[in-house]
């Protein structure tokens, strides 16, 4: 079979070449004799002939192209391809077969779940009846490719190797692709005629729901269905779980053309494994094997959640809503706020609503935003007026944490700002917290005051006013216009030297009086003092006038001499007057604080108006609610979103009111208008807050797992696999575990699968699932020392139907990558499956016919010679003919860059004697 | 009779040429005598009274003609259709799959069976009583005349290595039999059975004659084909075997290398020996073992040293078990190659971020402007911007421009009025299996506009909106490419916001240079594959350069520009994959030629013969159907070309000895 690189098939016909001096000699001896005129060519021309015939005879052999032909036939007889497919596609192999050459063998191979030989390789030119088909529910590509590769002649047979591959290329199980990385199927050449699509049909094409849910919540079921043309049928569903089994939806449907979307919601799931069966029933579908299918999720214990109100009972009605929806809720106030970790890790997400910045510790904002980034838990955080930009968050982790920036929208940022700095010059602002006469909290105010005016824009305008028992300006409110004009409000300000009493009432109402004079879109005073006011004053009233008039004031206390009641009144002040209210014990802080606020100046924090929220994402958190009923809100915080924040509800000027994030491994979420206050008076008690509120919580909450175990189930169709792998903190793997799963059939038994250890930290096993159904199944990690109980989860892994049924186009790519890796065509017609054209390498070949041939053409030649009897002038004039037509030939030639390129096989061209001389 | 080359006929056009040569006169110089015109006539006369003197005058033409019309029934290759007796067909199913390399040969049986003995010392292993048995089988008293022998080995694949009739081609196939090799793979029997049930449908009479072991896994022949089966068992069945049936390297979270190592005992005898290690050639401390009867033993290993990249483990004892192939077992430590990635566009921090996380990736960024095509980048990522000629690299593309794009965009989607009611044609309605989408959830992902690109060719879809697809990737060739049809940025998609992205991201990069989708993590099995595949190695783009040395130190360097199908991997163990951009080392991986697959160790393992296996014998169970001896017939093709063309040769001889006489 396999035959040597070149040589003789016959070898002992060799000794007919003894012929050759033979007919030499007979040659010879005429030629001496002059009785005839045989000519030199004669003899040369015999001697030929003879030749040729005995080496044809000896059946030599010389490497060349493949002249033969070993075909496999692999037909695709899948349910994947239709029955009429299926039946052309035979009649096509056996027109093939009958297109075959004398030398050409065929095979033909079928094949489903498994492959099947139909047809030994062979002569044979017909293939009237055919046998059992394979199995149809799968499509294994690559089990058919190896069975069709064994079938085909060794590598070194010199017979062109091919397999025909009649099919869609939609493979369900092996790897088309990697199979031919196999030596039996190296060299060969894989030639398709891609069968069309299946007809398509009415079908669940995607049926999913959360894989991990929390008691209390309800299930919400996406499905996908197709139809290939409008038409009406039922979709039902079914709940199992436990011992419950009933139907929690049956609708008739219309099913436009074409894929549709649907969402079935459940209502609240008790604890434990639920699976979920859809059935899609339309009159008349050719195929009903994927009108079921199936999913499951697993149904952990309630959700926990900590809500921490910065006013109590700020946020009752969250806590209400949260409560119906089966939520575990426990309250706190912000100063309870544990940092340990495990604490923390108790709640599944933590709601802030209208917590104040100062109210939470550094370390209590860092252990929130560990809770969320690393411990992947959520946080749900709701406005008011003592939060974001009005709670002091700004440059705080927790703002970090949030998918918004405190910074109100950089739209009015371009917009004009007047700034007058009220500094309090008393003789108390000569006093030091740290005995250096170099930081009196005068020289730090002074320095702070410079510092907020250098931040200042071209085109603002700033004044600044210096108090003790009055005020005066130390400079008068100015335009910006460049540097010389900082400089110049910088050094009157480093001329103010502290001396007198303190009336802060005088000193607001000089700067509200000259401030109002002014044009600008914004307006703003900031307040510092280390003092109080000595008496009553009207403060409120003249706040409000400041509000009337559009100035806004920030209230700046420093050192520790100003007593708890000014204090309060200060941030009233702030409150009252839309700023925001700073108090340090060490004047250190003073230039920050003062360049902080010169930067929020003029920026409103608050909007209050009423607007109804407008749906911009329709999130998780929103789901199920309609735009157009949406309560009205009357005010909010304004905020800007982050970039890779998501905005779900915006007010009508655009500006966030919902929005989202990941963050870390955890996920957060912003509610800018109050829980229940002014703000949300409608909206508290609304259906839609009802609904609200555990949706975006439940968002927020991380998937129920087991710490330290992962469990990946995956199948073919005929088996899952489970991977288990468990760790005590990542890249820390627990080893030499005894690992169980325990699966659950979908008939109702159950099976105990070992699961070893294969790697560190990761133990392996498989189970037969061949049923589509849900597979529920219990992984469990025990210390084969003692039996502790180490970890367990339970999972589940759904077929939804056999991946043979599912909904998918020809897969062409797979095709035509098989025909491009091997070299192959696409084909057309039968009788292209015998065409020779090939890369492969030559390989010994039979040349008899053309030797026969060679003989054949040689002894005519033979014959004419000694007929015709050519002088020596025939063959000159013969010469000098030929080299006529070449000099013509060359003529025609076009010259110069349209002469025909020197083939590449001559090499380069030999440089002329002109070439040298040049 | 028939003809196989009809075709050839028209060779019959050389007789008409040699006929049409005999109307022209030959040319000769005329030189008139007087004697020539007294016997012209004479002659002239005579020849037309006597058919002898016809023939002899035109005996040179009908020679030529003969020898012409000879000439083209030899090529028109003229066959007889006769019937052949023949006999049974009988196949030999050799079985040479690792475990028959299993030292427990039967050397009394071989002997009996005209073997010659094993010296001293010398192993005797199941292949070789396999080997004696068929010989002596072949010799037998049951074959008759006509009777036909495939010999077939039988593996992981089934293969024809020689078939004959007997009594003619026994030499041959003693030869095919006595030159069987063990290979380092299982035994799927249920492809050798197809295949053997397939070789002797159209026999007469078709028998499979099975020599084996009996170790494979009888759950994989689901429907033995209806064939007269005879198995014949060889070896003593012993068990006593141990393998090291898993061996993985992971990296801890501190960087430190930690091995898993599970000897197991498929014996029923408790043993002991020792593991050795060898960390990248170097030998480590020897483990203790000592296994219980049908036990294992699995270690946890640790203090390698960090660099490690290859791991052996060697199980070793004293006496050796029966098979030492599974005895060996190797482990790669994968590191992610540096991988160069031009970033040309750069809208967001986000894909930026995203790709710099990606392990092993170098992103270089920069705009359209100042895009060189020369850079020397392994991936390039665009961003609503394409050359105008395809980069020399693996790409991405991201929102592709309506103009001067690789792919065809056709228009846009996005939200729209359709009738009455408002839709978004953008969004996802189909999410297909892809590389790209391992652990990516896509689950509330939206996109609020794309373009609306026409699925090229060479591309396959990923994730598509209702109309057109969103994600797809494909081979352009000469390089890989993905196409996200739509900007990434907000509000097109919350793409972004999700925990996905990253990986999807990197799960891209990784799928367009040729990276599994592990992200570089080290994932037990990655890079295995069982010896005797080829090995396919994707260089990088800017690879010059790819060295392969295999496990026998053999070192084989190949042309870094294109893709490397290596094929010498016979020998287990790890092969080191080596790329060079001019000398610079720019990728090392370890592949790994691995015996044992995982989760299947007992199909090769497990010396014990599998009584399923014995059970496919038909000839000597319960439904035996006795086997039908003595020759039958059976039409075949007689060509006898040769014949004609020894004709010819003897009408040449005689048309010039005639010619010249």
């Known amino acids: 079979m396999t035959g040597p690189p070149a040589g003789f098939a016959s070898p002992f016909f060799l000794v007919l070449l003894l012929a050759l001096p033979v007919i030499y000699l007979l040659g010879r001896r005429a030629r001496r004799d002059r009785r005839t005129r045989a000519w030199p060519a004669s003899l040369w021309l015999r001697l030929g002939t003879v030749a040729c015939l005995v080496l044809a005879l000896a059946g030599l052999r010389l490497p060349a192209p493949p002249r033969e032909a070993a075909t496999v036939f692999v037909l695709d007889l899948s349910d994947s391809v239709s029955a009429d497919v299926r039946d052309g596609a035979k009649v096509w192999v056996r027109q093939a077969l009958a297109q075959a050459g004398p030398d050409d063998r065929a095979a033909i191979v079928t094949f489903g779940r498994d492959a099947r030989v139909e047809l030994p390789l062979g002569h044979t030119r017909d293939h009237p009846v055919w046998g059992d088909p394979p199995l149809p529910d799968a499509s294994d590509v690559a089990g058919a490719l190896r069975l069709a590769g064994s079938l085909l002649p060794p590598a070194q047979s010199g017979v062109l190797r091919r397999i025909v591959l009649l099919s869609d290329g939609n493979e369900n199980e092996g790897e088309a692709q990697r199979s031919l990385l196999q030596p039996a199927l190296r060299d060969v050449q894989v030639a398709v005629l891609a069968l069309p699509l299946r007809q398509q049909d009415a079908a669940i094409a995607g049926f999913a729901v959360p894989p991990a849910l929390r008691s209390g919540e309800p299930a919400e079921l996406r499905l996908g269905l197709t139809s290939p043309a409008a038409q009406s049928g039922t979709l039902r569903v079914w709940a199992q779980g436990g011992t419950i089994n009933q139907l929690v939806y049956e609708q008739p449907l219309d099913l436009p053309a074409g894929p549709t979307e649907l969402t079935v919601a459940t209502g609240a799931l008790t604890e434990g494994s639920w699976a979920f069966k859809a059935q899609l029933a339309v009159d008349g579908d050719p195929r009903t094997e994927n009108n079921e299918s199936w999913t499951y999720t697993i149904v952990g214990p309630a959700a926990r959640v900590l809500l921490v109100e910065g006013v109590p009972n700020e946020a009752g009605t969250v806590r209400d809503a949260l409560d119906a929806a089966g939520i575990q809720v426990e309250r706190m106030r912000p100063q309870q706020l544990p940092v340990q970790a495990d604490r923390l890790g108790a709640f599944e997400a933590i709601v802030l609503a209208n917590v104040h910045g100062a109210d939470l510790r550094r370390d209590q904002m860092q252990a929130l935003k560990r809770y969320v980034a690393e411990s992947g838990r959520g946080l749900v955080l709701i406005g008011g007026e003592r939060t974001f930009g009005l709670g002091e968050y700004a440059d705080t982790p927790l703002e970090e944490t949030l998918p918004v920036t405190v910074q109100p929208p950089e739209r009015e940022q371009a917009s004009s700002l007047a700034l007058v700095l009220v500094v309090d010059r008393s003789g108390s602002m000569s006093g030091s917290d740290t005995g250096d006469r170099r930081t009196t909290r005068m020289e730090l105010a002074k320095e702070g005051a410079i510092q907020a005016v250098e931040t200042l824009k071209e085109g603002d305008q700033v004044g600044v006013v210096s108090f003790d028992y009055s005020p005066r300006w130390v400079a008068e ?130 909007q209050e108006r009423d607007f109804k929220p407008r749906l911009v994402t329709a999130a998780p958190a929103v789901r199920g609610l309609i735009p157009n009923d949406f309560p009205s809100l009357h005010g909010y915080v304004r905020v800007s979103p982050r970039a890779g924040a998501e905005t779900v509800l915006t007010s009508d000027q655009e500006e966030v009111i919902l929005a989202e994030w990941q963050y870390g491994l955890g996920r957060s979420l912003v509610w800018t208008a109050d829980a229940q206050g002014e703000w949300s008076s409608d909206w508290a008690d609304s259906d839609a807050a009802k609904r609200l509120w555990p949706q975006a919580v439940r968002w927020t909450m991380p998937a129920p797992s087991t710490p330290g175990l992962q469990v990946a189930i995956a199948g073919d169709g005929a088996q899952a696999g489970v991977v288990v792998e468990s760790f005590d903190a990542p890249g820390q793997y627990r080893n030499s575990l005894q690992t169980v799963a325990d699966v659950a059939l979908p008939d109702g038994t159950s099976q105990r699968v070992p699961l070893p250890q294969s790697a560190p930290g990761r133990y392996e096993g498989h189970f037969p699932a061949p049923t589509p159904g849900v597979y529920f199944v219990q992984v469990t990690q025990s210390d084969p020392q003692n039996g502790r109980l180490v970890a367990r989860q339970t999972t589940g892994y759904a077929l939804p139907h056999l991946p043979e049924y599912a909904v998918n186009p020809a897969n062409r790519v797979l095709l035509e990558r098989l025909t491009a890796e091997t070299g192959g065509p696409l084909l057309s017609k039968p009788g292209d499956s015998w065409v020779k054209t090939t890369q492969q390498p030559w390989q010994a070949q039979p040349v008899w016919p053309e030797l026969l041939g060679a003989a054949l053409v040689l002894f005519v030649a033979d014959v004419a010679v000694r007929r015709l009897r050519p002088t020596r002038r025939d063959f000159a004039f013969a010469g000098s003919v030929a080299a006529g037509v070449r000099r013509l030939g060359r003529r025609l030639t076009p010259a110069g860059p349209f002469r025909r390129p020197r083939p590449p096989w001559r090499g380069p061209r030999r440089p002329s004697l002109a070439d040298r001389v040049q | 009779m028939s003809l196989l080359s009809p075709w050839a006929l028209a060779w019959a056009a050389a007789a008409a040429a040699i006929l049409g040569l005999y109307f022209l006169k030959p040319r000769s110089r005329r030189v008139e005598v007087s004697s020539t015109w007294l016997w012209q006539g004479v002659l002239r006369e005579e020849s037309a ?235 480590a401390q020897p483990q203790p073992v000592a296994l219980p009867a049908g036990g294992s033993q699995p270690l946890v290993l640790t203090e390698f040293p960090t660099t490690a990249s290859v791991v052996e483990a060697t199980f070793v004892r004293d006496p050796p078990d029966l098979l030492l192939l599974d005895n060996q077992a190797t482990a790669a430590v994968t590191v992610p190659p540096l991988r160069k990635v031009l970033l040309v566009g750069g809208r967001s921090d986000q894909l930026e971020r995203a790709l710099r996380a990606v392990p092993g990736v170098e992103l270089t960024k920069t705009d359209p402007q100042r895009f060189d095509p020369k850079g020397g980048y392994d991936v390039y990522v665009f961003e609503g911007w394409f050359p105008p000629a395809p980069p020399p690299g693996h790409w991405l593309l991201i929102d592709p421009p309506s103009s001067q794009s690789p792919v065809h965009v056709g228009g846009a989607l996005g939200r729209r009025t359709d009738g009455a009611r408002e839709v978004n044609d953008a969004q996802i309605v189909r999410v297909l299996p892809s590389p790209l989408l391992q652990g990516v959830d896509l689950t509330g992902v939206g996109v609020q506009e794309a373009k609306k690109v026409d699925l090229p060719d060479w591309a396959e879809e990923v994730v598509a909106a209702r109309t057109a697809p969103l994600i797809f990737m494909g081979y352009p060739r000469p390089y890989r490419a993905a196409v996200f049809a739509f900007d990434l940025r907000p509000p097109t998609t919350n793409l972004f916001g999700r925990v996905g992205f990253p990986v999807l991201i990197a799960n891209t990069i990784n799928w367009l240079s040729g990276e599994g989708t592990d992200g570089g993590e080290q ?83 497990d010396l014990r013969p599998k009584p399923e296996v014995a059970a496919l014998s038909t000839t000597a169970g319960a439904q035996a159907q006795p086997p039908v001896f003595g020759p039958g017939r059976e039409t075949s093709f007689a060509e006898w070309w040769r014949l004609l063309g020894v004709l010819a040769l003897v009408g040449l001889l005689a048309e010039w000895w005639w010619f010249h006489r």
């Not at chain 2, 199913?93 to 071989?110: E, T, W, Y």
């Not at chain 2, 991997?569 to 995982?598: C, H, K, M, N």
């Open chain 2, 49 to 283: 009274r006597s058919p002898v003197q016809w023939l002899k005058r035109h005996l040179l033409l009908l020679l030529q003609l003969l020898i012409a019309l000879l000439a083209m029934f030899a090529l028109a290759r003229p066959a007889l259709n006769q019937l052949q007796p023949v006999g049974r067909t009988v196949v030999l199913g050799m079985d040479v799959s690792a475990a028959m390399l299993a030292n427990d040969g039967d050397s009394a049986a071989g002997a009996a069976a005209g073997a010659a003995a094993p010296a001293a010392g010398q192993t005797y292993t199941r292949l070789d009583e396999a080997r004696a048995r068929a010989l002596a089988f072949l010799r037998g008293p049951e074959f008759r005349a006509g009777d036909r022998v495939i010999v077939m080995r039988l593996a992981d694949r089934a293969e024809v290595v020689a078939q004959g009739t007997l009594p003619d081609d026994l030499p041959r196939l003693q030869a095919a039999v006595g030159g069987l090799r063990a290979v380092a793979a299982e035994l799927d029997l249920s492809q050798g059975l197809e295949v053997a049930g397939g070789l002797t449908s159209t026999a007469r009479v078709g028998q499979l004659v099975l020599f084996t072991g009996g170790v494979a896994d009888p759950q994989r022949v689901t429907r033995p084909p209806e064939l007269n089966i005879t198995v014949i068992p060889v070896g003593k069945g012993q068990a006593d075997n141990q393998a090291v049936t898993a061996l993985a390297a992971r990296r801890t979270a501190t960087g430190d290398l930690e091995v898993f190592v599970r000897v197991r005992n498929f014996g029923d005898q408790p043993v002991q020996g020792a593991l050795q290690l060898r960390v990248d050639g170097q030998a």
């Open chain 2, 523 to 605: 994932t037990p099995g990655e890079g295995r594959f069982t010896p005797g595949d080829a090995l396919l190695i994707q260089p990088l783009p800017r690879a010059t350069r790819v060295e392969i040395q295999t496990p026998a130190r053999r070192a084989y360097r190949f042309d870094g520009n294109q893709p490397v199908r290596f094929v010498d991997t016979e020998r287990p163990g790890a092969y080191t994959v080596t790329q060079f951009a001019g000398d610079l080392e720019i990728v090392r991986r370890v592949y790994v030629a691995s015996v044992l697959r995982p989760g299947r160790e007992d199909a090769l393992a």
């Open chain 1, 477 to 606: 409110v100015r335009t910006i216009r460049g540097p010389a004009d900082v400089r110049a409000v910088a050094d009157r300000i480093a001329t103010v030297q502290p001396d007198g009493g303190t009336d802060i009432y005088s000193a607001l109402d000089y700067a509200h009086r000259g401030l109002q004079q002014v044009q600008a879109r914004a307006k703003h005073i900031i307040l510092l003092t280390d003092g109080e006011q000595g008496s009553p004053a009207p403060f409120v009233p003249l706040i409000n006038a400041m509000r009337r008039s559009g100035i806004t004031l920030s209230t700046v206390g420093v050192s520790g001499d100003i007593g708890s009641r000014a204090q309060a009144d200060m941030q009233d002040w702030a409150r009252r007057g839309q700023g925001r209210y700073y108090f340090t014990n060490t004047a250190r802080d003073v230039p920050r604080i003062m360049t902080q606020e010169a930067r929020l100046a003029g920026r409103s924090f608050v």
